[in-house]
């Protein structure tokens, strides 16, 4: 069943997370990382209304999880 807020299930942005914590030397570095990037692009997309919202974090964690597995994507 797909969340209603994203075109990924609970299942997937439980894997992502994970991922990016196996992937981080500190838990406590990546979960900060994760807010502040979340932090950021709800400021940023304050005017911007998607046809599908996606929260922040959840947008974070799929973003950066996309960027450890697509190493060619440009990040922060």
């Given amino acids: 069943m797909l969340n209603k807020h994203s075109h990924f299930d609970n299942t997937q942005i439980m894997y992502r997370a994970e991922e990016l914590i196996n992937a981080a030397s500190n838990r406590y570095k990546i979960t900060v990382q994760v807010a502040n990037r979340a932090k ?29 597995t697509q190493p060619e994507i440009i990040g922060d």
């Fill in 40 to 68: 950021r692009r709800r400021y940023e997309d304050i005017d911007v209304h998607d046809e599908v919202m996606m929260k922040p974090v959840l947008r974070a964690i799929v973003e950066m999880s996309d960027e450890l």
